[in-house]
């Protein structure tokens, strides 16, 4: 053969490869089939890359061990997991129930493509007792999207009871599991039919790769998901994949660690007087404790609390102040974060009134001690009187 083609085919030749901890990263848009008989089998034989490689299948293994999950798919994010499998469940004519404070970006996908295609949302108050959820349903609901804690102000469900009226009715559930991180909650041990989450925050852990995923235990509703993917060309990189895979070696005792850091600070938050509530589904007494302590098995580093009476300012200049604590929007990473929650109160359809600012906190791997003194730093900025 000549040169140049003695080059293209160089070190191409299969070869045994030796036994690592972690699956090999195979980089390939093309797969190299057997016979021509092969070429159109799909049923039989792997005919493309985005499908998923080695490290593909290998993450898509461990998380099905995670979440008790026949067939799990990944997405490039996770709002992609969370449309992507709304996508392959609903059809025009349908109708979807979302909890009124699931995650902004799944609002949008719900009113700005969902909507466009004529399917029908709703939004129902998660406050709301589990077969109050379905008054008034319309005879097309199709899906019901739950997210327990709810975003920011933390809402708790009853996810057992509502998946069992929703399974009477014919209704599927999708739960959006990211506060859990598929360890603390089992949707799909309680019921859920479809369990999301975004891979980006906890899993990852180190903020720094995006990623989703979508589990169910259903073979008919994993098949949904998987041709999903294939329609609509979602695909993940094997290097992200595989520091997925790395991340989800760790998750239970980083997730342990930010656990115990959030319960400490939200019980010194607890004894402030310029705190009107906190919102941390772990803490005795809080809104929502006794579903938390029947149905979770721990808690992530993510709550909120409120500035008792105080202004917007006071709130920005309570963040401002922070030092330890970084203000970005993204969590589920070993740093510690905050943000102001007002601003997205407003699409809400169902409004309560906190009685003042909310701040919502992700706890990180930081000394308690170090981020309570940056906490002191941001009440003393506040303004707000501690008497």
């Known amino acids: 053969m000549n040169e140049e083609t003695r080059l293209t085919h160089a070190g191409s030749e299969p070869r045994p490869l030796v036994r690592t901890v972690g699956p090999p990263i195979q980089k390939g848009s093309t797969v ?14 792997l005919t493309y890359g ?15 061990e995670l979440e008790g999950a026949g067939g799990v798919t990944l997405y490039p994010s996770g709002v992609a997991a969370l449309s992507g499998a709304m996508l392959a469940v609903l059809k025009a004519g349908d109708a979807v129930r979302v909890a009124d404070t699931a995650y902004r970006p799944t609002r949008r996908f719900c009113d700005k493509v969902l909507k466009r295609f004529g399917v029908e949302v709703d939004y129902y108050d998660p406050r709301l007792a589990p077969q109050a959820v379905f008054d008034g349903a319309p005879a097309n609901l199709r899906l019901v999207v739950l997210e327990s804690p709810g975003s920011l102000s933390m809402e708790m469900q009853d996810i057992p009871a509502i998946t069992q009226a929703a399974r009477a009715r014919g209704v599927l559930t999708l739960a959006d599991n990211t506060w859990a991180a598929g360890l603390l909650f089992k949707p799909l041990a309680h019921g859920v039919d479809i369990s999301v989450q975004a891979l980006t925050k906890y899993v990852g852990g180190h903020s720094d790769v995006f990623m989703g995923s979508a589990a169910a235990s259903d073979p008919k509703i994993a098949r949904q998901l998987a041709d999903g993917i294939n329609h609509l060309g979602w695909a993940v990189s094997g290097e992200e994949a595989y520091l997925m895979l790395r991340g989800l070696r760790t998750l ?27 919102l941390h589904p772990a803490l005795p007494g809080a ?19 409120t500035l008792a009476g105080a202004s917007a300012a006071a709130a920005d200049a309570f963040l401002d102040a922070l030092q330890v604590f970084g203000l970005g929007f993204s969590w589920g990473g070993f740093e510690s974060l905050a943000i102001v929650c007002d601003p997205q109160f407003a699409c809400r359809r169902h409004a309560y009134d906190y009685g003042g600012p909310m701040i919502r906190l992700h706890v990180g791997l930081e000394s308690p001690q170090d981020l309570i003194a940056d906490l002191e730093r941001g009440f003393a900025a506040s303004g707000q009187d501690p008497k």
Do not use: I, K, M
Not at 50 to 64: I, M, S
Not at 255 to 277: D, F, I, K, Y
């Open 50 to 64: 985005r499908q998923g490689l080695a490290t593909h299948e290998a993450l898509c293994e461990a998380l099905g």
């Open 32 to 45: 190299l089939l057997p016979s021509a008989a092969s070429l159109y089998d799909d049923d039989a034989f």
């Open 252 to 278: 239970p005792v980083r997730l342990a660690r930010h656990g115990e850091n959030a319960l400490s600070l939200a019980t010194w938050l607890h004894g402030r007087a310029e705190v009107g509530q906190v």
């Open 287 to 305: 809104p929502g404790h006794a579903l938390w302590s029947r149905d979770f098995t721990g808690a992530c580093g993510l709550f909120s609390f």
